[in-house]
């Protein structure tokens, strides 16, 4: 028998096989954070290259709510016809979003992009001509995900704008967002937003639960690589690997950084008259310092530009936080505002020594986001070198991170005496928790009380709370210099024992 034709035809396949590798070099499997690296730190050593916002006429003259109305068509979903876990849909350019966004997608036969096509949108009634789009991309996209029932893919991600990005887990609604990089926020020299220039997304297997994202980051002093890898459910996690390239030298590097609103809450009244109690995204920034101490600092809408930072090492988490989560905490049936998440940053690793620094912003309305939580590192790396930090994400509902002990349920303020005024102020704490749920009504707690030397304490009065099972603290004092500001602290201690976080507040000036 002869076998010599079964012999060159298998030597034809394994040489078309070779072939074929030689030009999709990129393929699945070799894809990795280290391409997207590589190319972040060629980026970092050419010039900066604008990226072009001129638009077609047409979506010029749009205007907002127009544009708004543009949207995705649900059927023409990137992976629907494969019936796959996740799917994506696209946002297109117009607006303020004129910057072209590049997607990618990784499959096992490549890496292709994945073009713009007007047929894919809907113009919601406008007067266009979608051909003069042709040539256009997009300006972000979202990630839809079986999150609430089996029966329907519901949106949980987006990405749109710089480097902005929001998610959510199971009942939550969207609220604050996350960023990969802040560059000198709350400076007078102005703020620079990098942006995501290019995204490589992975194609999902059937039966996949997480989805993984490389991004490619581009600014005029920075530029970045960065790998998301998402993992839906009650709560959804994003593990976050990050490498930034330094162009050029900036006053403040912001990791992690946190984007939230906050008009008025418990311890702030609203300026005008507003039926509802609350209103806002996140009401307060919680940190786990390296050393284990656990710190709350309520979230205020200042008259004037407020930065307070947090100094530490190698920290255990922080994040901006929605701890009310009843609807009568806000009145609100249309913004649900009780479902917003909360978003927690898992450091990966060894962060070394560095600060929380919050950017407390003033806002006249809900419109604006107006609070920025990040991480900026002592040693900021100069022009031509880089840094890695590595992080999870959580998009977090009721069962947020919370101290282990007990922690700050509400921050009210009001005035010192009530029936016959002075200048003084008086602040309610209420503590809650499992440290406080096994104690007895007498039980002896402390409420332990610091100023700042701008501040005179009058009175303090820490009681059993028989509705929550927990405890309140309550204080009295007077500001000395009222354009002045005022740090104060304060914490539960049952006679050596530490029963709760630090609650850490600073008194605006006015």
């Known amino acids: 028998?002869?076998?010599?034709?079964?012999?060159?035809?298998?030597?034809?396949?394994?040489?078309?096989?070779?072939?074929?590798?030689?030009?999709?070099?990129?393929?699945?499997?070799a894809?990795?954070?280290?391409?997207?690296?590589?190319?972040?730190?060629q980026l970092a050593a050419q010039p900066y290259q604008r990226p072009d916002t001129r638009l077609p006429q047409q979506l010029q003259d749009l205007g907002y709510d127009k544009y708004n109305a543009i949207h995705f068509k649900p059927e023409k979903a990137f992976w629907a016809k494969d019936k796959l876990p996740f799917e994506l849909q696209f946002f297109h350019e117009g607006e303020y979003y004129n910057q072209p966004v590049k997607i990618n997608e990784i499959a096992p036969y490549g890496v292709r992009e994945i073009?713009?096509?007007?047929?894919?949108?809907?113009f919601g009634g406008a007067q266009i001509d979608p051909e003069q789009f042709k040539g256009l991309g997009f300006s972000g996209f979202r990630v839809h995900y079986a999150l609430n029932t089996p029966k329907q893919k519901d949106e949980m991600l987006v990405f749109r704008g710089a480097s902005y990005f929001r998610g959510v887990g199971k009942g939550e609604r969207y609220g604050l967002s996350a960023r990969g990089l802040a560059l000198d926020t709350g400076l007078m020299s102005g703020e620079e937003f990098p942006r995501f220039s290019e995204?490589?997304?992975?194609?999902?297997?059937?039966?996949?639960?997480?989805?993984t994202i490389y991004a490619l980051l581009d600014s005029r002093r920075v530029t970045g690589a960065y790998?998301?890898?998402?993992?839906?459910?009650?709560?959804?996690?994003?593990?976050?690997?990050?490498?930034?390239?330094?162009?050029?030298?900036?006053?403040?590097?912001?990791?992690?950084?946190?984007?939230?609103?906050?008009?008025?809450?418990?311890?702030?009244?609203?300026?005008?008259?507003?039926?509802?109690?609350?209103?806002?995204?996140?009401?307060?920034?919680?940190?786990h310092s390296g050393t284990g101490e656990w710190i709350w600092r309520p979230m205020i809408n200042p008259k004037r530009l407020q930065v307070t930072s947090f100094g530490m090492t190698n920290p255990q988490g922080f994040g901006l936080m929605q701890r009310d989560r009843y609807f009568h905490d806000?009145?609100?049936?249309?913004?649900?505002?009780?479902?917003?998440?909360?978003?927690?940053?898992?450091p990966q690793g060894q962060w070394g020594a560095g600060r929380v620094e919050l950017v407390n912003i003033p806002s006249p309305d809900e419109t604006n986001d107006n609070v920025v939580a990040y991480w900026v590192?002592?040693?900021t790396p100069q022009g031509g070198?880089?840094?890695?930090?590595?992080?999870?994400?959580?998009?977090?509902?009721?069962?947020?991170?919370?101290?282990?002990?007990?922690?700050?349920?509400?921050?009210?303020?009001?005035?010192?005496?009530?029936?016959?005024?002075?200048?003084?102020?008086?602040?309610?704490i209420d503590f809650v928790g499992p440290a406080l749920d096994k104690l007895k009504a007498d039980a002896k707690v402390e409420g332990i009380v610091s100023l700042g030397p701008n501040g005179e304490l009058l009175e303090r009065n820490t009681v059993h709370n028989e509705v929550t099972n927990g405890w309140r603290l309550t204080l009295r004092f007077r500001r000395i210099d009222d354009d002045k500001p005022l740090e104060l602290r304060a914490y539960l201690r049952s006679e050596d024992s530490t029963l709760s976080e630090t609650w850490s507040y600073i008194l605006a000036p006015g």
């Open 199 to 211: 995204f490589w997304i992975e194609r999902p297997k059937p039966g996949d639960k997480e989805l």
């Open 330 to 346: 806000y009145e609100d049936i249309d913004l649900r505002y009780e479902l917003r998440p909360s978003l927690w940053v898992e």
């Open 377 to 379: 590192p002592d040693n």
């Open 31 to 41: 894809f990795s954070f280290n391409d997207v690296a590589q190319r972040a730190k």
């Open 385 to 428: 070198q880089s840094i890695d930090l590595d992080y999870i994400l959580h998009w977090q509902g009721e069962k947020d991170t919370k101290p282990p002990l007990s922690w700050v349920m509400q921050t009210r303020r009001g005035r010192g005496f009530t029936r016959n005024p002075d200048n003084s102020i008086s602040y309610v």
């Open 1 to 29: 028998m002869n076998f010599e034709p079964r012999i060159r035809l298998g030597r034809c396949i394994a040489a078309l096989a070779l072939a074929l590798a030689g030009l999709l070099p990129a393929g699945a499997q």
């Open 227 to 287: 790998r998301f890898v998402v993992k839906p459910g009650d709560e959804t996690a994003m593990e976050v690997k990050s490498r930034v390239f330094m162009r050029e030298n900036v006053s403040k590097l912001g990791l992690a950084p946190l984007t939230s609103m906050y008009l008025f809450g418990e311890n702030q009244h609203p300026a005008t008259d507003d039926y509802r109690n609350e209103v806002h995204d996140s009401d307060g920034l919680s940190m």
């Open 115 to 122: 073009h713009y096509n007007p047929n894919d949108f809907d």
